[in-house]
């Protein structure tokens, strides 16, 4: 079994902060990409930020600048720090994570079961 554990949503107004976390625990091998999903109500769920196991960091274009992706590979967890945040960034955000829980298994994805950001105007 392999557990993806978020914390950190909540409700903020518009400027302010918040920093997701999420923990991969279970029968772990090894992991590859861990990255952030979101999925606003009536749209389809996109791509915010994703780091490789070796420091390799993709974002949304409408999140550059503003969020930043790390991660703790010691601690197989991965952190979205979210600065100036807009009412557009409210949606649900799912962590994700690609990982071989077994030496010849292959990667597959996991996923979270989201946490809520809110953003007010």
């Known amino acids: 079994q392999v557990q993806l554990v978020e914390s950190g949503g909540g409700l903020v107004q518009a400027g302010g902060s918040l920093m997701l976390s999420c923990a991969a625990s279970g029968s772990i091998f090894s992991i590859n990409a861990m990255g952030w999903y979101r999925q606003a109500p009536g749209k389809q769920r996109e791509l915010v930020a994703d780091i490789t196991s070796g420091g390799s960091i993709n974002y949304a274009d409408s999140v550059k600048g503003r969020f930043t992706i790390s991660r703790d590979n010691a601690k197989n967890t991965v952190y979205l720090q979210m600065n100036s945040l807009k009412?557009?960034?409210?949606?649900?955000y799912f962590c994700n994570a690609v990982i071989r829980r077994r030496r010849l298994s292959n990667y597959m994805?996991?996923?979270?079961?989201?946490?809520l950001v809110t953003v007010s105007s």
Request: glycine residues 16%; aromatic residues 16%; hydrophobic residues 25%.
């Open 87 to 92: 009412p557009e960034d409210t949606a649900v």
């Open 109 to 115: 994805d996991y996923w979270g079961e989201g946490t």
